[in-house]
């Protein structure tokens, strides 16, 4: 190689040998005649100092090194001099004494800085992606990456799975996005499709009796980009036969409680993993996906507040809906501008608005409010014993604020999380340091999509309903449950599967259920239901996204910050500048024909 050793191993041990380093010039200092130089490698960085006394030809090119230049230097291990070492590096206490430099690449000025942690445009970044690497927070996300990827696959492989790589080039599988297609030079008028994820092919592994499967997956699903989305995804997937749920939670459950402190020890995580049925955490929290780092639990008040005078809450209830609410420690003196900033969060979901209830008199029990304490237009149409309820129900007191919404349940849900998670971010509840994972269960099989009138699967349509509920799938199917699990992790879904369908006649008759013609289901999943007929093993699993955790781990907020090269908002690599026009032979090769409105 051309260099003995990585920058951080050398350290004082290595006191007055002579090592070979070589890496990318990350700052240069001139002090009068002596240079010092930063050497910036994978490993971190090491001083250099280059001194015109010692070696006058290394100090010639030493005067010319420039940011971002790749240079191979050798020289001798020294401490450094007393009251120049830097406690925050790892190799802070010693230098490197040149004897020889030699310059192995130019640089031009980067088009930003890579040895300080500024704010760059992000598409800035992306386009120049291999530089935004260099830098050091980028590096340690990469690299942390990595290792959350190595524990997965030694954690797995000690358990008994099977790595199996599966197919890019499939047919289209559902999991409710749209496919990316990729047209057949063969078979004009043909198309693959890309995976939005392996399912199908490891449910065949089980079907092939491989019991135990794993695999660093590429998924594909032509969605709209946001923070913790992207095109194309990483996600690990699994599949085990002749298991049950908690066959499936369990080993997750070691796998992630294990997996973050070997990575990040200073990371708390709260255990065991919180349970919560689907329905509980809509109750309580408004979503399928609740931050249970701090409280802010939802209530009920429909029952003290429905039969107060105040039209917005007497309609909802007379409609079949509820007054649900939170109370916001603390925030019960809000300015007008505060208030309002709330109300557009709660418009942001669709909804009216949100009634808000400001309580003064700080440290008061809620029993104890009087009329002129209470700031709200809802005020005027409750007496002080219905605000004293609502306060009581919501634990809150005087100081705080109540937030009140009104509507069907999908509607205060809405309004509800999205408060939650505001006041949250306001009062800065959720702590960094914490993991706290929950699993969610007990998720209804199916939804009813009224847009198209008719039912859609929750999750994905392999899923099993549960068994007691097989009976009366067809007769009742707003009814049923799935044996669906989601893990969740401080707000975000981090991992997602089911326990199957393995016969084929159940599975058919979902797909009817779904308003697939038997043609179309013969045509699309013939091949699943062919399988199942073989003899099919009970078998369930999962996928976990490994973009959002690491994401989490890194504690960076968008998943392109953990992603080599990512896309970006608009679904565009700037490094490569895809998406992008190809040659007409190209076309002509695929059948393709361009819209003239499009060129
Ligand atoms: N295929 C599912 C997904 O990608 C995961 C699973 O059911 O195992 O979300």
Request: with cysteine.
């Amino acid at each position: 190689m051309l260099k003995t050793h990585y920058a951080t191993e050398v350290n004082s041990g290595l006191l007055g040998q002579t090592v070979t380093l070589a890496g990318w010039v990350d700052r240069r200092r001139d002090h009068g005649s002596l240079i010092f130089i930063d050497l910036r490698d994978v490993s971190g960085v090491i001083q250099l100092a280059i001194n015109p006394e010692v070696e006058p030809h290394a100090h010639e090119i030493g005067s010319t090194l420039r940011n971002e230049y790749v240079v191979q230097v050798t020289g001798q291990v020294a401490m450094r001099p007393e009251g120049t070492q830097n406690s925050k590096l790892p190799t802070g206490d010693i230098e490197i004494s040149v004897k020889k430099v030699e310059i192995l690449a130019r640089a031009k000025t980067p088009p930003f800085y890579i040895n300080e942690e500024v704010e760059v445009d992000e598409n800035v970044r992306l386009r120049y992606r291999y530089l935004d690497l260099r830098r050091s927070r980028m590096k340690r996300n990469i690299l942390t990456r990595h290792s959350v990827i190595r524990y997965m696959r030694n954690f797995l492989d000690s358990k008994g799975f099977a790595e199996v790589d599966t197919p890019i080039l499939i047919k289209s599988t559902p999991e409710g996005a749209r496919d990316y297609l990729v047209p057949s030079r063969i078979y004009p008028g043909k198309f693959y499709a890309l995976p939005q994820s392996p399912q199908q092919m490891k449910q065949l592994l089980m079907v092939a009796g491989l019991e135990k499967y794993y695999q660093i997956a590429k998924c594909f699903r032509d969605e709209d980009t946001r923070a913790d989305r992207q095109p194309e995804f990483t996600q690990l997937d699994i599949e085990m036969s002749f298991v049950e749920e908690g066959d499936i939670m369990a080993l997750m459950e070691e796998l992630f409680s294990g997996l973050v402190p070997a990575i990040r020890p200073d990371i708390k995580v709260v255990m065991p993993f919180t349970r919560l049925t689907y329905a509980e955490a809509m109750e309580r929290f408004g979503c399928d996906k609740p931050d249970l780092r701090y409280d802010l639990q939802i209530n009920d008040v429909t029952d003290i507040t429905a039969a107060s005078g105040f039209g917005v809450f007497q309609k909802a209830a007379s409609a079949g809906g509820r007054i649900r609410g939170i109370a916001a420690p603390g925030c019960g003196n809000y300015s007008r501008r505060e208030l309002d900033g709330l109300q557009e969060i709660a418009r942001s979901t669709g909804a009216g608005g949100v009634v808000t209830v400001s309580l003064g008199k700080p440290g008061t029990p809620a029993g104890e409010l009087e009329m002129e304490d209470v700031h709200s237009i809802a005020a005027k149409y409750m007496d002080i014993e219905q605000i004293r309820q609502v306060a009581t129900r919501l634990k809150a007191a005087g100081g705080d604020l109540l937030l009140l919404a009104a509507g069907d349940d999908d509607t205060t849900s809405a309004v509800l999380d999205r408060l939650r998670r505001e006041i949250a971010r306001r009062l800065s509840l959720a702590d960094e340091k914490t993991f706290h994972f929950c699993f969610v269960t007990d998720f209804p099989l199916f939804y009813r999509d009224t847009e198209h009138n008719r039912w859609d699967s929750m999750h994905h349509p392999f899923t099993s309903p549960r068994e007691e509920d097989k009976p009366v799938v067809a007769e009742k199917p707003g009814e049923v449950f799935g044996r669906h699990y989601d893990l969740v992790l401080n707000g975000y879904e981090i991992a997602g599967g089911s326990i199957r369908i393995h016969e084929a006649d159940l599975q058919r008759m979902i797909f009817r259920l779904l308003a697939y013609t038997d043609e179309q289901i013969d045509e699309r999943f013939g091949h699943m239901l062919e399988a199942f007929s073989y003899g099919a093993p009970p078998h369930g699993g999962i996928a976990a996204g490994i973009d959002r955790f690491v994401m989490l781990l890194c504690q960076e907020s968008s998943i392109r910050e953990v992603i080599p090269f990512p896309k970006n908002q608009n679904a565009q690599d700037l490094t490569f500048g895809a998406p992008d026009f190809v040659a007409p032979e190209q076309l002509d090769d695929l059948h393709i024909k361009i819209d003239d409105k499009i060129s």
